[in-house]
């Protein structure tokens, strides 16, 4: 159990984290979606102590992170890859984690099996590829067998057999009863490892929800209705929560109706319909359209007017400030 | 009866109750793994020593060679015991660094994140580094002395100018030597805590300790150069390592070591204070 509490973090006149409260349950995965820049990160390391917030507070299985006596075996964090001293050998990098609060060499072994990296457990650390890292960030964090495990962008770098294994690995966790809180800035990841979601951009809160409720919402766009009849079925359609638009002849666009009722009326009025489809909005066009307005860094548009591209002097100026 | 095999969850643990709490004894265990685990801790004491005896007994050698052909002033300020032992002077190159990459290494690679989420208080992690460190510089260097002293020796008794363990200082300076390098890499330690980078604490440890009695040389021609030099950080330190200590002009050994080692302990608040304070 994670709990945040109207967390912020500053760092001098930039704001990282902003007031930011959420709750990370056990017994599922929970996806930590952001843009980058969002403050994902940054609202993990709070988690773990290494930041100090600004204001407000984040309890982990309910206290403070520092607070715990053995905190290794209360939370298991990857926290990116590759903090590991490069001059070390992977074994010798667990060997001294687990030396801090008396976790057994042979559960070093364990979690270097857990994570097929035997072969290379004795080379130094530093020759690793990224997807390498990662599983040994995986398997420091596994290390004390932990309640809680936050792991931000696991799968960055890993090839697919080691995504199809982090995503299994990660719902058996929380299917433990675990609280298992994954960062990631792909959408489509997210919806096939996490059930829960807590999505951020420019360290504000912009969506705590399950991954369902997201995925329907998303989808609860327009419909577009093809008619030859479709002046007589927008009448037919008007009322006061819809909006029918067409931008061709015997198109329509429908908002605000489902295309089960839009269905019935036609059928009810005898109108033929050539075409009825909810347009469904994919999963990431529904992540950028709730985190447009949050995207830090953007790439120039070629197309952008003047206005434009004074709005981005403005705030390049803010990140370097 | 049959044995009930234990469940193995998702972590590959078996479920098994947890006692293992953090303390300064465990994170001293892990600090001498991190410390163990690392070719450059090897390589820097093995070069610091190894640069020290090759130095020390190269004066002694030369020393020997020209004793007949020497003026009697030369003779004068001639010590059996701190020649043998000069190379110090290099050894502390390779003991400050390897102080400081102790805990700058951790910054630059990120591994001092996994450091201290491992042991949140932080603190004992600074305390171990430093405990094994000093201890790892201590045992290395004073034997180091000890070997340059004899070897030294060994030229001197040609020429009937050795010293023995029992010539007053002998002891002082054997020890001193070996005590004078582990405050030097301790500062390291420190000045790597409150730096955090490689360049810049190695860059401080250096001004510190070699910059800033060249400094204080253009005080001599001034009333002020006795009132500060011999209480500079390293002046005050080697204090300790003088042979003939009624003509120079630093403190008396003991007193100057202490003024060296409140220096180092200084820092050291300094960088405590730091690294419980500021985001890892």
């Known amino acids: 159990m994670i709990e945040a509490r109207s967390l912020t973090k500053r760092y001098g006149a930039k704001t990282a984290v902003a007031d930011l409260s959420f709750t990370v349950r056990p017994g599922v995965v929970t996806g930590f979606l952001g843009p980058n820049g969002a403050g994902k990160s940054t609202t993990m390391r709070m988690i773990l102590g290494l930041d100090r917030p600004t204001s407000g507070t984040v309890t982990v299985n309910g206290a403070d992170y520092a607070a715990h006596a053995a905190p290794l075996h209360e939370v298991g964090a990857l926290l990116e890859a590759k903090a590991v001293h490069t001059g070390r050998s992977a074994f010798n990098h667990l060997l001294a984690l687990a030396a801090t609060t008396g976790i057994p060499r042979s559960r070093v072994d364990e979690v270097i099996d857990l994570v097929g990296l035997r072969d290379v457990a004795r080379k130094r650390a530093g020759g690793f590829s990224l997807g390498m890292g990662q599983r040994l960030g995986i398997a420091s964090a596994l290390l004390g067998d932990p309640e809680t495990l936050i792991l931000d962008e696991p799968v960055n770098g890993l090839d697919p057999e080691g995504i199809l294994w982090i995503r299994n690995l990660l719902k058996q966790l929380a299917s433990e009863g675990r609280t298992v809180f994954v960062s990631s800035h792909l959408m489509s990841e997210m919806a096939l490892t996490a059930e829960h979601l807590i999505v951020i951009g420019q360290g504000r809160l912009i969506a705590d929800t399950s991954v369902a409720e997201f995925v329907s919402r998303a989808s609860s766009g327009s419909v577009k209705v093809r008619s030859p009849q479709a002046a007589r079925l927008r009448e037919l359609l008007a009322g006061p929560d819809v909006t029918v638009s067409s931008s061709a002849e015997g198109t329509l666009q429908v908002e605000g109706l489902s295309s089960d009722r839009i269905g019935t009326v036609a059928a009810e009025n005898r109108i033929t319909l050539f075409e009825l489809a909810p347009k469904e909005a994919s999963l990431e066009e529904a992540f950028m359209e709730l985190t447009g307005d949050a995207v830090e860094y953007r790439a120039p548009d070629p197309a952008g007017d003047r206005e434009n591209r004074e709005d981005r002097e403005d705030r390049e100026v803010e990140v370097t400030a | ?280």
């Open chain 2, 1 to 280: 009866m049959t044995a009930v095999a234990e469940p193995t969850g998702a972590s590959g643990a078996t479920r098994r109750p947890r006692s293992g709490k953090v303390t300064q004894t465990r994170v001293l265990n892990s600090e001498w793994i991190k410390f163990r685990s690392l070719r450059s801790s090897y390589w820097s004491l093995l070069v610091g020593c190894t640069a020290m005896t090759a130095l020390g007994l190269l004066f002694s050698f030369v020393i020997t060679e020209k004793w007949d052909t020497m003026v009697p002033g030369r003779r004068a300020t001639f010590g059996a015991i701190a020649v043998p032992l000069r190379g110090y002077y290099l050894c502390q190159l390779a003991v400050g660094v390897l102080g400081v990459m102790v805990v700058t290494g951790e910054y630059s690679t990120g591994m001092i994140r996994a450091s201290l989420s491992a042991v949140p208080k932080r603190l004992p992690v600074l305390w171990a580094k430093a405990t094994v460190f000093a201890a790892a510089v201590w045992l290395t260097t004073t034997a180091t002395a000890f070997v340059c002293f004899f070897g030294g020796q060994a030229f001197f008794s040609t020429k009937h100018i050795e010293a023995t363990l029992t010539t007053p200082g002998a002891v002082r300076i054997i020890f001193g030597t070996g005590l004078y390098l582990t405050v030097v890499g301790l500062l390291g330690v420190g000045l790597g805590t409150i730096i955090r980078t490689t360049a810049g604490a190695i860059a401080a440890l250096f001004a510190t300790l070699l910059v800033l009695p060249v400094l204080g040389e253009v005080l001599n021609f001034t009333s002020w150069g006795d009132k500060v030099n011999p209480y500079l950080p390293s002046n005050a330190g080697q204090a300790l390592l003088v042979e003939h200590t009624e003509a120079s002009g630093q403190m008396r050994p003991w007193p100057g070591f202490v003024l060296f080692v409140a220096y180092a302990v200084a820092t050291m608040a300094v960088a405590a204070y730091l690294l419980k304070k500021r985001d890892a």
